[in-house]
């Protein structure tokens, strides 16, 4: 028996009245209570409502020919007057002695009191009149009256072994159409859109194979990026999740060698789950560090470098006036993040997310403990990513080994890097400088972030049009010239950072 069909016969034999069903695959639930029903005389007949058509006749057929089914189906017809809620509940508490029913989408109406009522008398009833109500929609706000009478069952998404069975029928069913033309594709693409199809449901993902295939016969790289902005689309929730898949790598960033090189041990057990074996999943890291400093175009290209989604957490949007919904958003904002696995999630100056400022409900606290909670007792391949220049606004319980792999320090370049960011930024728009001019740049921006010496960049292209010259050295060391650099405005404030992170970070 399949998994889903035994975990949902279990659960109608330990006499829940209520049973809710959070999904948008209401096609997989009516099959997975079909075949229990079916299968087992025990929980009776099933019966299914429409608020188009009252109680139905028959689960095979559309909706307005739904039929009421136990181990031998019946041909019975709709009854009548049951399209409004209370009618459908009043039959069900009147004439129904046993049984499960199954009531698509009726999230919209627990917030009339009379329909509550009546869902919970019927419930209350269970052990004169065993009735399982099966309650199926895609969100479910379940009224405190009711929660102690409800169980919650999950539905499965199917794993990378039935996602590639639904892709080998798609493309048998589309051979058969289409006298018997293959399907061209590459065993690394064709791995990388199961890899992404994981966390939908069966009815997303055949739809979304369907698209990739009908298409233009042929599954490319360009598929699995409108897969995967598909698949974002269709879980994110509540805005507090930004979607990037184009990310950076790490060739567009300046230095970062021992950053790069601790994620490059990681990459394969990140990435693969063959590999793991005994070896913990990669579970994330800090950085902090100078402002300007490249914190957070390293964090983009963390994904870079694994080649996974960039999910960015704004936990501003998080936030709401109502006790209890915030840590709601946050709970459902990990959850599509692990939906989206394998991903990078990034919290760009994490310590503004979760300081409180002025919070006097608490909120700031509860979240934080729901995010420490997941951290902890994170299993899957959500690589988190945090950023923040200010470690003293950052709780101790944040920054401990167990939650994050390791805190890395961000300084200000040094003549290296600082080379790499000249080249880099010169390159990018094309200005052509020899060799010897770099050197002399280099030198001069002794104390200079990455952003500045950007800026300085960006800064002589106007004083150079300005003088209708072509960019030279002169105009760059012109500019650095005029620019206090954050070094010396915030001395000591960067002394401090630096003092604190000796001995206890590592150097990016």
């Known amino acids: 028996m399949p998994q889903d069909q035994a975990n949902f016969q279990q659960l109608l034999q330990s006499s829940f009245p209520i049973i809710i069903v959070h999904t948008h695959d209401e096609k997989r639930v009516v099959d997975v209570l079909r075949n229990v029903v079916s299968t087992s005389f025990h929980h009776g007949p099933l019966y299914v409502w429409s608020a188009h058509s009252g109680l139905e006749t028959s689960l095979e057929k559309p909706v307005s020919e739904w039929r009421i089914i136990g181990r031998e189906e019946q041909a019975e017809k709709p009854e009548k007057n049951t399209t409004a809620p209370e009618d459908a509940l009043r039959h069900i508490k009147t004439h129904i002695n046993s049984g499960v029913v199954l009531l698509p989408d009726f999230h919209a109406y627990l917030t009339n009191p009379s329909v509550v009522r009546m869902v919970k008398e019927i419930a209350q009833d269970y052990a004169r009149k065993p009735v399982t109500l099966v309650l199926v929609s895609h969100a479910f706000k379940v009224p405190p009256e009711l929660q102690r009478l409800c169980a919650h069952f999950d539905i499965s998404v199917p794993d990378s072994k039935k996602i590639r069975q639904i892709l080998n029928d798609e493309v048998r069913e589309w051979r058969k159409s289409n006298n018997d033309k293959k399907v061209k594709t590459d065993k690394k693409t064709l791995e990388l859109l199961i890899n992404n ?9 055949r739809r979304l194979i369907r698209g990739a295939i009908y298409d233009d016969s042929v599954i490319t790289h360009s598929d699995v990026k409108e897969i995967m902005q598909a698949k974002y689309q269709m879980i994110s929730g509540n805005g507090a999740l930004g979607f990037e898949y184009d990310t950076a790598s790490f060739a567009d960033v300046g230095g970062f060698e021992n950053l790069r090189d601790w994620l490059e041990l990681r990459k394969s057990f990140f990435l693969d ?116 220049n200010n470690i003293e606004g950052l709780p101790p319980e944040l920054i401990r080994k167990g939650r994050i792999d390791e805190i890395f320090f961000v300084d200000l370049p040094d003549k290296k890097a600082r080379h790499e960011i000249f080249e880099l930024h010169l390159g990018k728009r094309k200005l052509n400088l020899s060799s010897d001019c770099i050197s002399a740049l280099v030198d001069a921006t002794d104390g200079f972030s990455g952003a500045e010496i950007e800026q300085a960049v960006v800064a002589s292209r106007y004083r150079a049009h300005a003088a209708r010259e072509e960019v030279s050295r002169g105009h760059v060391l012109a500019e650095i010239g005029q620019t206090h650099p954050l070094s010396v405005v915030r001395q000591e404030a960067i002394q401090a950072l630096r003092h604190w992170a000796e001995g206890r970070t590592v150097r990016a």
């Open 197 to 205: 199809l994981i966390g939908l449901t069966e009815s997303d993902s």
């Open 273 to 388: 789950e063959g590999s793991l074996q005994d070896i913990d999943v990669p579970r994330g890291i800090l950085m902090v560090g100078v402002q300007g400093c490249g914190k957070s175009l390293a964090a983009k290209s963390v994904a870079g470098s694994w080649g996974v989604p960039l999910l960015k957490f704004d936990f501003g949007a998080l936030f709401n006036k109502y006790i209890g919904e915030s840590e709601k958003n946050i709970r459902e904002a990990l959850k599509s993040a692990e939906l989206l696995a394998p991903c990078v999630l990034w919290v760009d100056e994490i310590e503004k997310a979760i300081s409180g400022g002025n919070d006097q409900t608490g909120t700031s606290q509860r979240i934080l403990g729901t995010l420490l909670t997941w951290m902890s007792e994170n299993q899957s391949r959500v690589f988190l990513v945090a950023t923040s």
